[in-house]
């Protein structure tokens, strides 16, 4: 089995700050690096999807890197919109490998690749599938790096949702040309699903005929609210990640479930019993 961890959307502010001055992000975010740590079998890698962090300050980044030092598994980052141009100076190991791969870059977990996807737009809350200036490098790179082992199952992973969650204000920012998208999984199968961000819930829908989830935060929720007038907003849900778990079972390209995972202590477990008594094995 492959576990793959996913966390999103953590808005580290500098230290002492709070995002919207009401969110404590960071001890939300150390609240995650305990609970991934304390996870058994523990995480083999752990994706962060973007919006690491709340402006884009290298001293934030400074800041996300500090509480995510006792982190066990690697950490691999991709951005969202918030993360602006200082991201990649401040993961080396992941600019190093976007250097080397072009685009985006690639993580290699047993026979599970995690293809990490950038879908910013400088300056723009919205994500695309097209490059910035509108050329197609981004989905060239995806489709070469996906042609080189078609039968090797991937989880990819970007931080803007290529649909519509409901949530407008949202939507409105979401992943722009998401049939472009589409159209280059068409040819690989072996995408098992897309995981994205930016929404702050737990999101599940298909995309491309494939499952499609968003991550929550370990901080704040965006409020569910399916009016298409409805105000933006957040609320204080419980805390959240992902857990993906891929294993060989038979097939082309075996099996991976997705699981959301409540962050915190929570009692239990407790063992089950049947009705006479006996403890369930
Ligand atoms: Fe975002």
């Not at 083999?44 to 509480?67: C, M, P, S, W, Y």
């Not at 407008?168 to 068409?186: F, G, T, W, Y």
């Not at 040819?187 to 929404?199: E, R």
């Not at 390209?253 to 019993?273: A, D, E, I, T």
Request: charged share 15%; with cysteine.
């Amino acid at each position: 089995m492959i576990t793959v961890a996913q966390i999103s959307d953590t808005h580290i502010r500098r230290p002492g700050l709070k995002a919207y001055g009401r969110v404590d992000t960071a001890a939300h975010l150390a609240a995650a690096v305990s609970h991934l740590n304390s996870l058994r079998p523990a995480p083999d890698i752990v994706l962060a999807t973007g919006d690491l962090v709340d402006f884009g300050e290298a001293a934030e980044f400074a800041h996300f890197q500090r509480i995510v030092a006792p982190l066990a598994a690697p950490l691999w980052p991709i951005p969202g919109n918030h993360d602006g141009p200082a991201f990649w100076q401040a993961f080396p190991d992941a600019a190093a490998r976007r250097r080397a791969e072009g685009e985006g870059y690639l993580v290699e977990t047993g026979p599970l690749r995690v293809v990490l996807f950038d879908s910013t737009v400088p300056g723009a809350p919205f994500g695309d599938a097209l490059d910035p200036d509108g050329g197609s490098r981004r989905l060239d790179w995806l489709d070469t790096v996906l042609a080189a082992a078609p039968e090797r199952p991937v989880l990819l992973a970007l931080h803007h949702p290529p649909f519509a969650t409901g949530i407008a204000h949202m939507d409105r920012q979401n992943l722009r040309q998401p049939e472009r998208l589409a159209a280059v999984l068409e040819h690989h199968p072996q995408v098992l699903a897309v995981t994205c961000g930016h929404v702050h819930r737990s999101v599940a829908t298909q995309f491309a005929g494939r499952p499609a989830l968003i991550c929550p935060s370990p901080a704040h929720a965006v409020a569910l609210d399916l009016d298409p007038d409805g105000a933006p907003g957040f609320a204080m849900e419980p805390p959240g990640l992902l857990m993906h778990a891929w294993r060989d079972t038979g097939g082309r390209f075996g099996s991976l479930v997705s699981h959301v995972v409540p962050v915190g202590s929570f009692p239990g477990p407790f063992p089950f019993y049947a009705a006479d008594g006996s403890l369930l094995g």
